[in-house]
């Protein structure tokens, strides 16, 4: 897997990042009222709220762009599943006669 600085989303969201600095709270629920529904969602015992949060339509498709970029679908599945995440680390040592 590429490091993060090598991904397109990754750098995508870095500008959005230093653009949203001047992103107000309040002015963001006041040019969407709606901005809770759109930005949380439910799923069985728990609730996810991004809405409180520096966030535009923009930063979260760039969000999912970087799930897609580093195949996170796949390693949720390694994960449930029990498989090995990491690759163990090979460590050899020399000990002197």
């Known amino acids: 897997m590429p490091s993060r600085a090598q991904l397109k ?3 995508n969201l870095q500008t959005l990042a230093v653009n949203s600095k001047s992103l107000h709270m309040k002015d963001l629920f006041d040019e969407d009222p709606s ?3 759109h930005f949380s969602m439910q799923m069985p015992h728990i609730f996810l709220d991004y809405s409180k949060n ?3 339509e923009s930063i979260f498709i760039e969000l999912m762009n970087l799930t897609d970029e580093i195949d996170l679908a796949s390693w949720r599945e390694k994960m449930f599943s029990g498989s090995a995440l990491t690759r163990p680390k090979i460590v050899r040592c ?4």
Do not use: L, M
């Open 94 to 97: 020399f000990i002197p006669p």
């Open 35 to 37: 901005r809770a529904e």
């Open 9 to 11: 989303s990754w750098y």
């Open 54 to 56: 520096r966030i535009d």
